[in-house]
């Protein structure tokens, strides 16, 4: 075994043991800082008795530099984010999935790969998850057998999911948000977009039209919606919506000099003080907003948004999870269902009719590639049906012409509506 080897042997056994003493002498009122000295206190007790054995069995012990950078490392590993700070500062990380002791991450180009451990057992990634939940920064959260299911944002923005007992392993997964301005330019430049889809999007949202964002997980949805919020003009007031905060426009003073940014809340260990995206989206229409934007549609605040949509508040922006363009009409027809309006579907097709748009699929290729496959206008509603025209679809074959109404509102932003007739292919040439 080499120095550096056994330098890290050394980290992970002290560590390991600083984690269960830790765990021992919990305490739920104290602070990161007194987290912070306990553990640096703890460290120094467990390299003091390992140094007194080894004396007492005729062994060499470890200077004094070394010990300081051993007290350093098992600080930062069962501290804050302990080993997983490393892998969050990583720029290129996009994902973040632990099972057990196995690391896989997503990097941002869309390939996987699989990294060595940073716990030594399931159990070790167990207690760093709840230590990392009783420090959440939207209050402390449980993490054990009787809330085995945990969902809630780190410091810098990235959102952490784990499960325990549920599983037959501790899973942790992290989704990276890095807050990078994204243009519809940009996505074109990466392939997401073929140049008439970046020209009718641009022209989508300036004439104000109601855009759903539809795709599965992973399928770009969120970054697509970041760049579609690029296009709003500075001078309009905006409000985002979010249950875990991804989008960051408020970041943005520039872009969004006038952005306002509300964050659904869970309960609290005691069952109190929830705030749901229902909530927020009824609090936002009293703001006086330009733009609503929700960053996901996903249960009971479906009609409450739609119904905005429908009343006056064009220019609203949301992503919702869908297999298909067509198939977003049944996801929002099962929420609306399963909200407390319980709105039956005829009601909800002819909400669904009056208040949304357009509708933009993204899929992703088993290579991580994300495209926007199909770009659906809605033109109203029959019965329990939505009626819509599919206008692109990235075959190159072209689709249907859109309704009048929609390409006068393209036309006056800049859109020649005729290069959605199959003139323009995949490859931006004539085919």
């Keep these: 075994m080499t120095n550096q080897e056994q330098f890290e042997e050394t980290v992970r056994e002290v560590a390991a043991q600083v984690t269960r003493r830790l765990e021992s002498e919990a305490d739920s009122d104290s602070t990161p800082d007194q987290e912070r000295f306990r553990a640096r206190r703890l460290a120094r007790v467990v390299l003091d008795e390992r140094a007194g054995r080894a004396l007492s069995q005729g062994h060499g012990v470890l200077d004094a530099d070394s010990e300081q950078a051993i007290q350093r490392r ?13 892998l969050l500062q990583d720029p290129e990380i996009e994902n973040i999935n632990l099972t057990g002791t196995d690391v896989w991450v997503r990097y941002a180009d869309g390939t996987r790969a699989q990294l060595d451990p940073i716990v030594d057992t399931p159990d070790e990634l167990a207690s760093l998850v709840r230590r990392i939940a009783a420090g959440s920064p939207a209050g402390e959260r449980r993490f054990d057998a009787a809330a085995p299911i945990l969902d809630m944002p780190l410091s810098d923005g990235s959102r952490l ?94 872009a969004h000099p006038d952005a306002v940014a509300l964050h659904a809340r869970p309960a609290n260990t005691e069952g109190k003080g929830e705030v749901t995206v229902a909530d927020l989206v009824r609090a936002a229409l009293r703001m006086s907003p330009d733009r609503v934007i929700v960053g996901e549609t996903r249960g009971s605040e479906t009609v409450p948004l739609l119904t905005a949509m429908s009343q006056g508040n064009d220019g609203s922006l949301t992503t919702l999870h869908a297999a298909s363009s067509q198939g977003a009409f049944a996801k929002f027809g099962a929420y609306a269902a399963l909200s407390s309006e319980r709105l039956p579907l005829e009601a909800t097709s ?5 208040a949304v748009h357009l509708v933009v699929h993204l899929d992703a290729t088993p290579q991580g590639q994300r495209r926007v496959t199909s770009v659906r206008e809605v033109v109203g509603s029959d019965g329990s049906q939505v009626l819509s025209n599919e206008i692109y679809r990235n075959d190159g074959s ?17 859109f020649d509506p005729a290069l959605l007739m199959g003139e323009v292919a995949w490859n931006g040439h004539r085919p």
């Design 161 to 254: 999911n784990a499960v325990l007992d549920v599983s037959h392993q501790p899973a942790v997964s992290i989704r990276r948000h890095r807050y990078r301005t994204t243009g519809l330019g940009e996505l074109r430049r990466l392939g997401t977009l073929e140049p008439v889809v970046e020209k009718l999007l641009s022209a989508a949202v300036r004439a104000r039209r109601n855009l759903v964002i539809s795709g599965g997980t992973g399928a770009g949805k969120t970054t697509l919606l970041r760049a579609l919020a690029a296009e709003i003009p500075a001078q309009e007031r905006v409000v985002t919506i979010e249950d875990v905060p991804e989008l960051a426009l408020e970041r943005d003073v520039q």
């Design 74 to 86: 098992v600080v930062a590993r069962v501290c804050g984010l302990g080993p997983l700070e490393e």
């Design 350 to 354: 002819l909400l669904v009719g009056s």
């Design 398 to 414: 072209g689709g249907a012409p859109p309704s009048p109404h929609t390409a006068h509102a393209l036309q006056e932003h800049g």
